[in-house]
């Protein structure tokens, strides 16, 4: 199974901000990324976080680390029907590898 | 700056059947890492090739093999295949322990 949790599902209307989650398990962990799958599409890479930083923020997204948790997430705001996807949580381990979460399936209503 | 470039796009093999995948990097990157990514699975990671070195593999069977060429370019060959071999397979590339961008995948059906 994953190292790294996420909810499978998560739905939101237009306009309004989504926040996905993930939970990670190596603390020693250097790096933690949120990509974006569309169908039958390779990965997006969105946005990425150091280890060091609690929070980092691009646009409409918003990363936020919590390293005593071991908890990640990201705000997309004033979400938009074109960011429906599977978006993918990942860290970089010491080995250099990148482990991913299950993807959450974001949907977007108008 | 041209992205990663995965070849083919799409492959149809037969079981028993070897396939090569092939994986440009972007320019000046020197990591290429491959990931398959099947429904079942998720992504799992498949090897990662530095400066033409295997720098670290994950757990698959010895049929999955790759290598990395001098000019970053790098090939993933799956021998004996399975009808579990199916799966889109990714390729990334990483100038440092950073930011890892993805190819667009090669889809490999086994029949």
């Known amino acids: 199974g994953e190292d790294v949790e996420q909810s499978l599902f998560l739905s939101v209307r237009e306009g309004d901000s989504s926040v996905i989650n993930c939970t990670y398990t190596d603390s020693s962990s250097t790096y933690l990324y949120w990509y974006k799958q569309e169908p039958g599409a390779g990965l997006q890479l969105l946005t990425y976080i150091f280890s060091n930083m609690d929070m980092k923020q691009d646009q409409r997204l918003t990363v936020l680390l919590n390293k005593k948790d071991k908890h990640l997430s990201l705000r997309i705001a004033d979400t938009q029907t074109g960011d429906s996807a599977i978006y993918f949580c990942?860290?970089?381990?010491?080995?250099?590898?990148?482990?991913f979460g299950a993807g959450t399936r974001l949907t977007v209503k108008p | 700056k041209a992205g990663v470039t995965q070849t083919p796009r799409y492959l149809i093999k037969t079981r028993g059947q070897q396939v090569t995948l092939s994986c440009s990097p972007i320019s000046g990157h020197r990591s290429v890492s491959w990931y398959q990514q099947t429904p079942g699975q998720g992504l799992q990671f498949l090897f990662e090739y530095f400066s033409e070195t295997q720098r670290n593999k994950g757990n698959f069977p010895g049929r999955f093999s790759g290598r990395q060429f001098s000019n970053s370019r790098s090939e993933m060959n799956v021998s004996t295949l399975e009808l579990g071999d199916s799966a889109l397979y990714l390729c990334?590339?990483?100038?440092?322990?950073?930011?890892?961008?993805f190819g667009q995948g090669t889809r490999l059906t086994v029949v």
């Open positions: 990942a860290e970089r381990g010491n080995n250099n590898d990148m482990r």
């Open positions: 990334a590339s990483s100038r440092l322990n950073t930011e890892a961008f």
